[in-house]
Nanobody, 126 residues
């Protein structure tokens, strides 16, 4: 059974940094698209970043405009893990952050992802 477990969320001041982790189990995820999404109170879940397999050991990263230059997605296939490094955090980054996996390696939008974690809360104070 596929399982995704996020960790690393917390309370941080504006301008600070956090590193989210997603531990995956149940499948080999090296050829999956792996993504991060977030959902703020009263808002829809939105795309943050994704890493898709481009063949061999090459992966392509894509980011939402709102986090480009501040967030970095990475993966460690040996550990079946995906990370989201978040720098220069802003109050508007406050949300529950979700890790997701797309076995078809498309990763274009929320609906492509078959597996989801339970989420980890990130709160950025001003």
């Amino acid at each position: 059974q596929v399982q995704l477990v996020e960790s690393g969320g917390g309370l941080v001041q504006a301008g600070g940094s956090l590193r989210l982790s997603c531990a995956a189990s149940g499948r080999t995820f090296s050829t999956f698209a792996m993504g991060w999404f977030r959902q703020a109170p009263g808002k829809e879940r939105e795309f943050v970043a994704t890493t898709t397999w481009s063949g061999g050991s090459t992966y392509y990263a894509r980011y939402a405009d709102s986090v480009k230059g501040r967030f970095t997605i990475s993966r460690d296939n040996a550990k079946n893990a995906v990370y989201l490094r978040m720098n220069s955090l802003k109050p508007e980054d406050t949300a529950v952050y979700y890790c997701a996996a797309d076995p078809q390696n498309v990763g274009s939008w929320l609906g492509d992802y078959d597996y989801w974690g339970q989420g980890t809360q990130v709160t950025v104070s001003s």
